[in-house]
């Protein structure tokens, strides 16, 4: 009983935490497609990267270049800025760098040393002269100086996005009352509440609302009291939206395990090898 308890606990609740991250991550993603997140946080990395912080000068110009934008036209000085692309390849990157600061077709030595930014400039040219002004090494370095640049952006973009998923899983846990002390407590009290839940859910969908509300989750009165239990609701909301931080797929493979073992019948009877081979020969011929 102990351990069927134990299971049905740990069934019911990492169901709940792989629902609950799988919708974090689906509101998510859709905020960041709605709001060009991803175009825009690349955006505001390459204008620092290339001391272009008003987006007028050669950040535009790279932007501009067809490797980059090729269905965005920011020719256009006074047009209002657009995200631009989610991603840039870094040889894409360093092709319109190059035609950016050499766009009049000067030379390279000479295109570089008229960057108006003299921090620029200096990165430039050290790159140059490190390359011995071969073109094809200079391309292969700023492709280079570009990735290390996005590995640390994509380092922030990760650690925001982290925060995100907490504070819209603790506002999924408050509205929906998801605590992870009562549910517990409940789950704990009453395993059965937890025994229909037989899958992994593959997504948000009919079923997964089904299984969610076999859960003690939800509000029975509205507002709740000031007391002293509300305190520990709010630890348990808390808990909660810091499991999301895991993410979905942790949960359900936890998940997944638990169902494998709560149906795991006995073990079979171990056969010898001779037995085995007894069995496929058949009778001794007379």
Not at 92 to 111: K, Q
Request: aromatic share 8%.
């Amino acid at each position: 009983m102990f351990g069927s308890t134990v299971m049905e606990v740990v069934i019911g609740m990492a169901f709940c935490y792989g629902s609950l991250a799988l919708t974090v991550t689906t509101l998510q993603e859709a905020l960041s497609a709605a709001f060009s997140l991803r175009a825009g946080m690349l955006r505001a990395g390459i204008q620092r990267m290339l001391r272009d912080p008003q987006f007028t000068g050669t950040a535009r110009a790279v932007y501009a270049h067809l490797l980059i934008s090729a269905h965005d036209d920011l020719t256009d000085p006074h047009a209002p800025p657009h995200p631009g692309p989610s991603y840039i390849e870094p040889a894409n990157f360093a092709i319109a760098l190059i035609d950016a600061i050499s766009g009049g077709g000067i030379a390279l030595d000479s295109a570089i040393a008229a960057v108006p930014d003299p921090q620029l400039r200096r990165v430039l040219n050290t790159l140059y002269v490190q390359t011995g002004g071969d073109v094809q090494r200079f391309q292969a370095a700023l492709g280079g100086w570009f990735d290390s640049t996005m590995a640390r952006l994509s380092g922030a973009y990760k650690r925001r996005q982290l925060l995100v998923s907490f504070l819209l899983a603790l506002l999924l846990a408050i509205l929906l009352n998801i605590d992870s002390i009562h549910l517990f407590q409940t789950l704990w009290r009453h395993p059965a509440l937890a025994a229909g839940i037989g899958a992994v859910p593959a997504a948000l969908d009919a079923n997964l609302v089904s299984d969610l509300a076999t859960l003690p989750l939800g509000w029975a009165s509205f507002p709740p009291v000031l007391d002293a239990a509300f305190v520990l609701q709010v630890a348990g909301w808390l808990i909660t939206a810091s499991t999301t931080l895991f993410g979905a797929p942790f949960w359900f493979d936890i998940l997944q395990r638990a169902i494998n073992l709560r149906s795991t019948g006995a073990k079979p009877a171990r056969v010898q090898v001779g037995q085995t081979m007894a069995h496929h020969a058949g009778p001794a011929a007379p």
